[in-house]
């Protein structure tokens, strides 16, 4: 007698646990103005535990379990967070005060914020998070359906352990609370946080719900929770995570925002597709049922671990993909090539070759690419619902550096110039502090003092996991690697602040033509005693795809912020807007020749100073990266005078010099 099929699904899961259906029955009754919910009756309610500074975990935001390994929630909870030892997952809880009997504790394996967030319009704020190993379903941990489409009107539930008084400080509940508020008409919406909150507007990734008379919605602490309506068939799907609203909250007519997960139907199925498999490369070994999988390799050989047979039903064309990577000069080799050896019906051999692979430097990446059909491994036995697709199990490859999937198959090693933190357009001598960790490849020279420590010399750029590159009469007559240690993640560089790394220096090459007399050809580099490993905090910037001779650039340091060298140093970052010169102005105006740029203000003191030297001129490219467009060379005292620009070292101009140094050293 059956009571259940269990049927193999295309996200790879089983579902058994059908969604959006609890077997215990939520309360109607009407989170700010809500009631305590039934214990267990939204049973897709997960609270997001975070790290706290003395130790412990404390809730954070909610979220919404979606199949047995994936939870759904707000991108502004994992903002800044994404690692994955920031987090808990409590999952059946009621009481979040204690882990009550019943309640599952998890860690965290991936947390994937959308790569389109934008924090300060609040937008694509939406974030997945996958658990290390999948929760056993069943009355007291379900899953929520997805929805069917995006929802205009009705009836929905928010529910969380939000705020439940406004305005602040307000009162946190122990209990899960939940509250009824109708979805409000987006145009209507549209209109009323116009007038709230100007600024920030509500676009096609929101919907939106309240009463006109206020006094019952969302608040602080539900952020990334469910907002559920009953479809048609009974189900609860998820009509919302909630998003943002305005302070105090459920304010007469000011309506709470969601992000709509319809909008973000195929994000979650990519990410759940691309993450399914671990996305870090773990040992050097690949594992799992993968469309795409890429590295970077040195070896010409890949080694099998097993054997496999292909069955008669199904089909592949494994095909390897030589892609350059940004920077990365090409040698000529074809982009597509067959591996022969896994054409064939079965693999025999221990090891297959990829071609003839000629690697001088760590500048390609290999894809190899397959369709989601594959071998068996065995044909006799062979039923549908033991499908193994094993073509790319136990392929070990010899990494340079550890990539992730991401949601297009394809692999990004943390790619430079893109910032996780978006910078301010705001305009070091005539700048502002930049937004911590907006320039995350900025770096602090510390140079040895005569009596002992270190202290700011010069700043630098990181080009890579190993090299920074900075100017040549920063470590003119210093290139001892003991005279130096480097600073990656500061911000404050008056203390080594927590997420701040220091490394030693292993090689200081200095570019063996440069002037002092003429301060030409005024650039260095610096390979780090050990790889850095790359962060929100911490990444790369582009080298330059072509000398830029006009746009509008940025320069950041630490250097003086008063123009005659007082010596007005700050502790915080600094950055400053300076247009890009023609180069025939410039040298109408300085003696520069053809490996400067030139940048500054015809009416405007605004530039670099004495301390920003090295440091990084970077400018926005058509593909919204950053590039480095010149590094911190010379200038006139008083800095940063009107007409009379600041010179930078080209480093296109430098680019051979560039990737050979990294190449011999």
């Keep these: 007698m059956l009571l259940k099929v269990c049927v193999l699904v295309v996200a790879f899961a089983v579902a058994c646990n059908a969604c959006g259906d609890p077997a215990i029955t939520p309360s109607k009754l009407s989170v700010v103005g809500g009631t305590e919910a039934v214990p267990h009756s939204w049973p897709w309610q997960v609270s997001l535990q975070l790290r706290k500074i003395f130790g412990g975990y404390a809730h954070h935001c909610g979220g919404s379990l979606i199949n047995n390994e994936w939870i759904v929630t707000a991108a502004h909870c994992v903002d800044g967070r994404e690692a994955t030892y920031n987090w808990k997952i409590w999952l059946g809880a009621h009481d979040n005060y204690y882990l009550e009997s019943g309640t599952v504790e998890k860690t965290v394996s991936k947390v994937v914020r959308h790569a389109q967030y934008n924090g300060a319009i609040i937008t694509n704020d939406i974030a997945m998070m996958k658990l290390s190993s999948p929760v056993t379903l069943g009355n007291t941990i379900n899953t929520v359906c997805l929805p069917s489409r995006t929802y205009t009107s009705g009836n929905a539930y928010v529910t969380g352990w939000g ?48 009463f006109d008379n206020g006094q019952k919605g969302a608040c602080f602490g539900d952020s990334g929770g469910p907002f559920v309506i009953k479809n048609s068939s009974g189900k609860w799907e998820l009509a919302g995570i909630v998003s943002w609203g305005d302070d105090p909250c459920a304010q007469v007519g000011v309506p709470s925002i969601y992000a709509d997960p319809f909008y973000f139907q195929s994000w979650i199925q990519n990410t759940m597709a691309t993450n399914y498999w671990e996305d870090h490369v ?15 390799v040195r070896e010409r050989r890949m080694r099998l671990a097993g054997h496999c047979v292909h069955h008669p039903e199904l089909a592949t064309s494994p095909l390897v993909i030589w892609e350059p990577i940004d920077g990365a000069r090409s040698m000529g080799r074809k982009r597509l090539s067959h591996v022969d050896q896994l054409k064939r019906d079965a693999a025999q051999q221990d090891s297959i070759e990829l071609r003839k692979l000629m690697l001088d430097r760590d500048a390609w990446k290999v894809t190899i690419r397959g369709s989601r059909e594959g071998c068996v491994l065995n044909v006799e036995n062979f039923t549908i619902h033991q499908v193994i697709i094993v073509l790319f199990t136990h392929v070990f490859i010899m990494l340079l550096k550890v990539c992730v999937l991401v949601v297009a198959f394809a692999v990004a090693c943390n790619a430079c110039g893109d910032p996780a933190i978006t910078p301010s357009k705001l305009s ?38 190993e090299w920074i590159v900075t100017a040549a009469h920063c470590v003119d007559g210093k290139e001892g690697t003991y005279n ?182």
């Design 428 to 465: 070091v001598v005539g700048g502002t502090e930049a937004v911590p960790h907006s320039w995350p490849w900025q770096v602090s020279l510390q140079l040895r003092k005569t009596f002992g420590g270190f202290s700011h010399w010069c700043g630098g750029s990181l080009i890579n996991n």
């Design 163 to 210: 705020d439940t008084q406004s305005p602040w400080p307000g009162s946190y509940p122990d209990k899960l609370q939940q509250v009824m508020t109708p979805i409000m008409n987006h145009d209507l919406c549209v209109q009323r946080m116009a007038a709230a909150v100007p600024g920030i507007p509500v676009d096609n990734t929101m919907i939106c719900g309240g």
């Design 484 to 665: 130096w240690k480097i600073w990656l993640g500061a911000h404050d560089n008056y203390y080594l602040e927590s997420g701040t790394v220091e490394k030693t220096v292993s090689k200081v090459v200095r570019h063996a033509q440069y002037d002092s007399v003429r301060i030409s050809n005024d650039i260095a580099m610096m390979k780090l005693s050990s790889p850095v490993t790359l962060s929100n905090t911490i990444n790369t910037v582009c080298l330059p795809s072509r000398t830029w001779t006009s746009g509008n650039a940025y320069v950041t340091g630490w250097g003086d912020t008063q123009q005659w060298g007082q010596g007005s140093y700050p502790d915080k970052l600094q950055q400053v807007m300076t247009p890009i010169m023609n180069h025939d102005v410039c040298a109408q105006k300085l003696s520069i020749d053809n490996t400067m740029v030139c940048g500054g203000f015809a009416n405007e003191e605004k530039g670099a100073c004495s301390g920003d030297s090295g440091g990084p001129f970077v400018i926005k490219n058509s593909s919204g990266k950053w590039e480095l467009a010149g590094i911190v060379s010379w200038g006139i005292i008083p800095c940063a005078q009107p007409g009379i620009p600041s010179v930078y070292a080209d480093p296109f101009y430098f680019q051979s010099w560039i990737q050979n140094t990294m190449a011999t050293n």
């Design 282 to 296: 773990p040992n050097t070994q690949l594992y799992g049922t993968l469309p795409r999988v890429s590295a970077k």
